[in-house]
């Protein structure tokens, strides 16, 4: 019998309430389909920082290294400024394990809870494959004479051919496998002429090695135009970072707002980690009215990449029932259940 290891960051905020509604589907769907977890949980967060001044410390990602997949629940924490947390975790947890692919599908199961007129399930079902290792998410940059009035802020976006190759070559391998038959480069041609120049040159390049899927490009800000008009347009994105953290945004909201909307972040010759997309939520934290089903998402992407497509198929159906024969709203606090009851519905369905 297959025995997973899987690292547990519950996080900051609601975090931990939604991980462990994942948690108990996990243990539902593994006694289903015959495989095992075992679960190594760690204490990463706002929480444990204040206490000790320590964010992700190095022994723990060699740790993490050796594990078969990472379940996140949310960092963020209104105690500590901004970037502390967000830079010495998130983002050092992707660095550092090179989780180059953010995925993370759009797709609405429910069109009661589309923020869209006149459009419907079939309309909004795409996936933006975000690059997670680049782009202006480096840190690279910094101040001169900072706190004059002469002061100068720089922030570099960093562009590679190794690091655009393989994200677009894994959005193209991953339509294939996917049966989808386009590919949208989304980017800034018009005014970011070098990082562009590069992912539009590579793009068009990759994209030969697939001649049956079609190679399309849309400026990021007419793309936030058409995910709004005509959603259905897009099949497969692929964008930077810093596109891909905004347009996964409205992304979220097309699908039902983020108590719905989970990503993966990839690393398929490594450990990948599997997060619901949303933050903290700190104002929701401990009243158990936060919607856990895009942690129950993640986690159904999470067994997909193991290998255990059957199961993550099942839950994602049995989330599917949940939205469409159960909640009244998929926001927190209105969803005519609380945390824990969606999580046990999720396992009812089965
Ligand atoms: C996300 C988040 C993060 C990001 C923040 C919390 C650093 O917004 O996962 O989309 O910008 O990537
Ligand atoms: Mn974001």
Redesign the pocket.
Known sequence: MANYKIGVIPGDGTGPEVIREGLKVLEAVSSKFGFKCEKIFYDFGGERFLKTGETLPSSALEELKTLDAIYLGA??DPRVKP?IL??GI??KL?FELDQYI?L?PIKLYDKRFCPLKDKEEKDIDFVVV?E?TEGL?CGSGGFLRKDTPYEVATQESINTYKGVERCVRFAFEYARRKGRKKVTLVGKTNVLTYAFDLWERVFYQVAKDFPSIEADYAHVDATCMWMIKNPEWFEVIVTD??F??II??LGAILQGGMGIAA?GNLNPEGVSMF?P?G?SAPKYTGKNVINPLAAISALSMMLEFLGEEKAGLAVEEAVIKVVREELKSLSAGKMGYSTSEVGDLVVKYL
Do not use: A, H, S, V
């Open positions: 960092i963020g970037g967000e830079k998130l983002l992707r953010n993370r975000r997670n998410y970072n810093m891909g953290d996964t945004d990503g997060e997309i933050g």
